[in-house]
């Protein structure tokens, strides 16, 4: 049986004529522009014996425009959780408010106690969930998201989400460029979870910020202006006006020409 | 219908700037900022479609409540529509909850609007306000749908001409004369260098006593007329 | 009820000649027969507590909270029929929801009073419909600082905003009652449920309007009213609940909270104290009656 209505006992081509079922026709399959407009770069991330430490710097670009240079992409979710956006800063937005919601959502029981509240993995769950279920809807959210925290065990938690739904967890974790640039650095510190347990939190701020740094160095869409935040089992510090420090530029002085020119 | 735009470097087709055939583009400068008393607003008045100049005396400083502005750039028609929703919402705003919307209240719906449908719109709106309780404050609204609040915010084809020159004489706290010379100095480079922008250059000044327009014409080196009478 | 039989009770959406709608009637009588519910508007928070009639010793105690939090800084509570209380807070947690939506903002207490009292008028209005068997106390604090657009990233001018009229009063406590027939005020003290004469009496004593009650004397004012209400219902037994929400330099920080359970036990030691000490003067005052006879 010929499932098109339009071909449903019509009148005979030989003798009436083709039939014209353009009006039938929609105009187009929707499409959505999904582009990232106004993004964020690099977020890095690296897990030590009692927590993570992630970082972001604070530029939202329009292009190769640094637009805004005042924009945290390190946000805080809960006492045990926070997130580090790369990508579309509306999309962040959106996705700051959906967690906002579901974050009042979970308070109207009055459990008090910290147990009952949503941890660092159940949140990363839900996230894969939203960002899955959007790229399959062909409208993705422009993000790759780190989410960093401590989860139901109490261990510290790592773990990403990109704008196709894609997840991975690892000792260290870095988002665009970071993927590139800093993650080769902060794996020799961490090469797997059993060196985690060795490292302190000293140790696991100093190789960030060593990451920030090449970064500048290095990515056309960075700043010097940085977010860093510490999450234990203490709860969150977070620091939204870092400035890099110690850069090396001295040698500059020692470079003349491009090849054999001395002067 | 062939693309236009260009070939993103990943070989997707990024066209955001795309504007309908035949449709009216404010290719702008526009501009807002905090200064001591509340906010300004300030934008040149030219419209273009393609080279031709549809409109020379064009007034891209919109008002969405008493004292809450806005200054559109990108579609015309898209920006007129959504300004005159949110006029819409502010204006019930204030009769269903029995007190005036604050700048964060129209921020949010401009927001509400330009995130939801950026799929179809073309619009980059700066918006400008003054409120008792929070003072003046200026938020930027970009093509995207992000919403960010600032000090000072620039928009428009005509302001990638002029992050320098107000990087540079940017201060904070300024006198009205010392801000709507900033605005004024500003607005006269980006008509100078972009060609999508010219004209006159309107001003809106929002503070506690209310709505004052300035004009200030090419032909008068910009120097002038200043402060124009309320309508009545 | 002289109503009965006139058969212009029967449907809600009929008045009677002398302009009476009978049905939202009926409903303040099922509000009659529910546990006390009292909400008390102090300088600096508000307090919210309820006679929770223990209805079966089956129950967990201190389970089944009838007390409900909106949004993060209003909370609820009604009397009479608990399941139209359930759907009055799930309508109530829609509305703040759909307000964060579109504002990007918490709701105002007013607004959400105003929406949710719109709501229960319109269960007056319809044959399909019954009115709510409820009266609900909705106790909430309004920021007093600058409440930044949700997800908003930048910052303004580091100096702050210009213009700012210094020394304006924002935000703070709001206390309102919202009655069957969809009718609501605002209160400095709001009391519904069975007790509701002896608490009315009792909060009017406290001079609320004056508005020098702070929240920790609130606390104890409203678990000593919730227990001297309850001695017209001495057989039953009950649980004290009771939630705050106090300025964001208080306790709670601008949230709806439970009153930790040290505060609430110390009030509950001294609502009962204060009650023996009633009934020990009311002994003696018998005592001299019989020596004079």
């Known amino acids: 049986m010929n499932h098109f209505p339009q071909a449903w006992g019509r009148p005979r081509d030989d003798i009436y004529g083709h039939y014209n079922s353009s009006y039938l026709q929609t ?36 292009g190769s425009l640094a637009r805004f240079t005042d924009v945290k992409r390190l946000r805080k979710f809960n006492s045990s959780t926070v997130l580090g956006f790369g990508g579309d800063v509306s999309d962040m937005q959106y996705l700051d408010r959906l967690l906002n919601d579901l974050d009042v959502k979970e308070n109207y029981s009055h459990a008090d106690d910290e147990a009952s509240q949503l941890s660092a993995n159940n949140l990363h769950t839900y996230l894969s969930k939203v960002m899955y279920k959007r790229r399959t809807d062909f409208n993705p959210l422009w993000n790759h998201i780190l989410v960093a925290g401590i989860s139901s065990e109490s261990e510290p938690f790592l773990a990403s989400v990109d704008l196709l739904g894609t997840t991975f967890s690892s000792p260290s974790l870095a988002t665009g460029y970071g993927a590139h640039l800093a993650q080769p650095i902060m794996r020799k510190l961490v090469p797997d979870e059993e060196a985690v347990k060795g490292i302190s939190k000293e140790q696991a701020v100093d190789v960030v910020k060593e990451c920030m740094k090449v970064l500048f160095y290095r990515d056309a869409r960075s700043m010097d202006g940085y977010s860093i935040a510490v999450i234990s089992k203490e709860g969150i510090e977070i620091k939204e006006n870092e400035k890099l420090e110690n850069q090396s530029w001295q040698f500059a002085e020692r470079i003349r020409g491009y090849g054999t020119q001395v002067n | ?75 015309a028609a898209d920006t007129q529509a959504v300004a005159d929703i949110v006029q819409h919402h502010l204006s019930m705003y204030a009769v269903t909850n029995d007190e005036q919307p604050t700048t964060q209240t129209a921020a949010a719906i401009f927001q509400d ?33 992000s919403l960010h609040k600032q000090s000072y915010a620039i928009g428009g084809s005509g302001s990638t001409y002029i992050y320098g020159y107000c990087d540079s004489y940017w201060k904070e706290n300024m006198t009205e004369e010392g801000g709507i010379a900033f605005v004024k100095g500003a607005l006269s480079e980006a008509i100078k260098w972009d060609g999508s922008s010219g004209g006159v250059i309107r001003m809106v000044v929002l503070t506690a006593k209310g709505a004052v327009r300035h004009l200030y014409l090419p032909d008068q080196a910009y120097e002038g007329p200043g402060k124009q009478p309320k309508a009545v | 009820m002289t109503s009965i039989g006139t058969g212009y009770d029967l449907s809600n959406s009929v008045f009677s000649p002398d302009g009476r709608n009978f049905q939202v009637e009926y409903a303040v009588k099922a509000v009659e027969n529910g546990g006390t519910a009292v909400g008390i508007r102090c300088k600096d928070g508000v307090v919210i507590a ?3 009639l223990v209805t079966s010793k089956l129950m967990k105690p201190n389970a089944n909270k009838r007390i409900a939090t909106v949004d993060r800084h209003i909370g609820v509570v009604s009397s009479g029929l608990v399941p139209d209380g359930r759907h009055f807070v799930v309508r109530a947690r829609a509305e703040a929801a759909e307000w964060r939506k ?13 929406r ?14 019954r009115p709510f068997g409820i009266t609900a106390i909705v106790g909430g604090w309004d920021s007093e600082t600058e409440v930044p657009v949700d997800g908003q990233v930048g910052s303004g001018p580091s100096t702050g905003a210009g213009g700012k009229k210094e020394g304006g009063k924002h935000g703070g406590p709001f206390l309102y009652m919202i009655e069957p027939s969809g009718l609501f005020w605002g209160y400095y003290g709001a009391a519904t449920g069975k007790g509701r004469q002896t608490a009315k009496s009792e909060l009017e004593k406290l001079d609320l309007a004056a508005g020098t009650l702070t929240l920790e004397q609130g606390v104890k004012e409203a678990a000593r009213i919730i227990y001297v209400a309850h001695e017209d219902s001495k057989d039953k037994e009950f649980e004290l609940e009771m939630t705050w929400i106090s300025s964001l330099s208080g306790p709670t920080k601008g949230r709806h909270e439970e009153v930790p359970k040290e ?19 009311e002994e003696e005052e018998k005592k001299d009656d019989k020596m004079e006879e």
Request: with cysteine.
């Open chain 1, 27 to 62: 105009a187009n399959p929707t499409q959505h522009t999904q582009s990232p407009v106004v993004t964020g770069t690099s977020v890095v991330a690296i897990k030590y014996k009692d927590g993570v430490v992630i970082a972001a710097d604070n530029l939202a670009s329009y």
């Open chain 2, 1 to 75: 219908m062939q693309p236009t735009g260009m070939l993103g470097e990943d070989g997707i087709h990024v066209d955001m700037n795309h504007l309908k055939k035949g449709e009216v583009n404010l290719g702008t400068s526009i501009m807002a900022i905090n200064f001591k008393d509340g906010v300004i607003l300030g934008a040149d008045s030219r419209t273009t479609t393609g080279a031709y100049i549809a409109n020379r005396v064009t007034d891209k400083l919109t008002q969405v409540s008493d004292t809450i502005w806005c200054c559109r750039s990108g579609s």
């Open chain 2, 113 to 145: 609007l330009c995130y939801d449908n950026k799929d179809q719109l073309s619009a980059g709106i700066i918006i400008a306000g003054y409120d008792h309780r929070h003072g003046g404050q200026v938020y930027s609204l970009p093509l995207g749908g």
């Open chain 3, 50 to 52: 309820l006679e929770k």
């Open chain 3, 102 to 114: 579109i504002y990007k903002a918490p709701i105002p207490v007013h607004s959400l009073a105003d």
């Open chain 3, 116 to 129: 949710v009292g719109q709501y229960v008028q319109a269960h007056t209005l319809y044959s399909s419909v």
């Open chain 3, 263 to 281: 505060i609430r036990e110390e009030a509950e030691r001294l609502a009962k104290k204060s009650l023996d000490d009633d009934d020990d003067d």
